[in-house]
């Protein structure tokens, strides 16, 4: 795998860091003010000649009775008073149209891999009734919550997009309306909070209304771009960062901190979050290319055809430099879709993404190999199933 060495934002004050195999050595960092740089990495997971994924236990199975009565939940946390409007928010929290609910089962995951020995001192204020029953209760409120977070904000930025459809079928604005969807996906972020309220923890409230900020301001980087921004990796990898990654990795630091965990721990939880969901938006990026509508469930070419230039483009332009004047006229005119097609089918964009892909998974599985070692085989289950994920992600084909 060749290295891809992508750096954004002024380099904060670094953490002592841990130490994990084949010397590789993780950095963690000050993340509250601005992103970390991605660092390069020895840790090569994916270039293993046994996949990571011949485990016996799929990740989903092992959360399943979970993400079951989380689903229930969602269904009954959304309902509202006004009929129209319970019909839109409880859209994509149907039975059959639910998704295959991916950051929940990572946040239930994550907190099974963290149930670690803590601190008297450090354990969380007891609600009542056994400690580490209520702990569990609350991590798996933080992943109805992250869920609520992540499909309102699928909903205002299909009224953004002016997209037609999701996961399948006839999108929130294409089939009820613009107003009602922006309404819907305000009132799922309005339950979001209640709940994130009744956890009682200031720490996790504030983690959480970064996340809904970030989404904000990643969705008006991606409108309000300058010609150079738009052609910066820099600039791409911190909206790609504030519109997919802060959600995963901030609800991750939220598990552990409801854990009582330590300060390191939380700051691994943040980096496989964080890694896998810059990974995961990559390879979207790829599908966007490779991929068929009925795979996708969307449109491909829909980010190019919405103006929006990702890495595979970006990756494309380091070689050919001519491409930058396609994308700078834009792409409202047909012939400059082909155009960039043609020049990103003869560069390595593809290829050159996808292993940036693979250089964030294998940061995100080096986070989980550098949690403190445990006996216990669910936690290790867990932690085989995280690391599965990240294989998951980078394999996927929709």
């Not at 970390?36 to 199975?61: G, K, M, N, T």
């Not at 409801?258 to 969901?277: C, H, M, P, R």
């Amino acid at each position: 795998m060749s290295a891809v060495s992508v750096h954004w934002g002024p380099q904060p004050p670094e953490v002592e860091s841990v130490v994990v195999n084949c010397e590789w050595v993780m950095r963690s960092l000050n993340f509250s003010n601005r992103l970390p740089a991605l660092h390069s990495c020895r840790y090569l997971i994916h270039q293993q000649s046994s996949s990571v994924v011949e485990d016996e236990h799929d990740p989903f199975s092992l959360v399943a009775d979970e993400l079951s009565l989380l689903g229930n939940k969602l269904r009954a946390m959304v309902a509202a008073e006004v009929p129209k409007l319970a019909t839109a928010a409880e859209y994509f929290f149907k039975m059959g149209v639910e998704g295959k609910r991916f950051r929940p089962t990572v946040l239930l995951l994550m907190a099974t891999a963290l149930n670690l020995p803590i601190n008297e001192a450090a354990a969380p204020i007891e609600l009542g009734g056994d400690l580490t029953t209520d702990v569990r209760l609350r991590q798996q409120r933080i992943a109805e919550i992250t869920e609520m977070i992540h499909v309102a904000s699928l909903l205002h930025d299909d009224v953004l997009d002016d997209a037609d459809t999701r996961r399948g079928i006839g999108s929130l604005n294409f089939v009820m309306g613009n107003k009602l969807a922006v309404l819907a996906g305000d009132f799922l972020l309005s339950r979001a909070c209640v709940a994130l309220a009744s956890l009682k923890n200031t720490e996790v409230v504030s983690l959480l209304a970064k996340v809904v900020e970030h989404l904000v301001t990643g969705e008006t980087m991606q409108m309000t771009t300058t010609s150079d921004e738009q052609c910066s990796m820099e600039y791409y990898m911190q909206k790609t960062y504030y519109k997919t990654a802060s959600l995963i990795s901030n609800s991750c630091k939220a598990i552990a901190i409801l854990a009582g965990q330590t300060t390191e721990v939380a700051i691994l939880a943040f980096e496989y979050g964080k890694n896998l969901g810059l990974a995961f938006q990559l390879i979207d990026d790829v599908l966007d290319f490779t991929g068929t509508s009925a795979s996708l469930g969307k449109g491909s070419l829909s980010d190019i055809q919405h103006g929006i230039v990702t890495a595979p483009i970006l990756f494309a332009m380091e070689e050919f430099p001519q491409l930058r004047l396609i994308v700078n006229e834009g792409f409202e005119n047909p012939a400059n879709i082909e155009l960039a097609l043609d020049y990103l089918g003869k560069s390595r964009g593809i290829q050159r993404t996808r292993e940036l892909a693979v250089q964030h998974a294998n940061l995100a599985a080096a986070a989980i190999d550098s949690l403190p070692d445990s006996d216990d085989e669910e936690v290790r289950k867990s932690r085989k199933a995280l690391i599965d994920l990240t294989h998951r992600v980078i394999t996927r084909t929709k």
